[in-house]
């Protein structure tokens, strides 16, 4: 989902849509053969949690 500002309803498809979806494409292929996600963008909500939780056990003194 593009961020606040990055699309417009009047931007032209090709310049906007294609592009990112081709970079996505690269980045995708590319974690296919690497198992690694090089192509930026926001946390996936479950990586997210489990780096929380990591965190908080490390920060637990039991």
Do not use: I, K, N
């Not at 309803?9 to 310049?15: F, K, S, V, Y």
């Not at 939780?53 to 490390?58: E, G, I, P, T």
């Amino acid at each position: 989902m593009p961020r606040p500002y990055e699309w417009l309803p009047w931007r032209r498809l090709d310049q906007t849509l294609v592009p990112w979806t081709s970079l996505w494409l690269f980045y995708f292929e590319d974690w296919l053969t690497e198992q690694e996600w090089r192509g930026g963008g926001d946390d996936h909500p479950e990586e997210l949690l489990l780096r929380m939780s990591d965190r908080h056990a490390l920060d637990c003194v039991c």
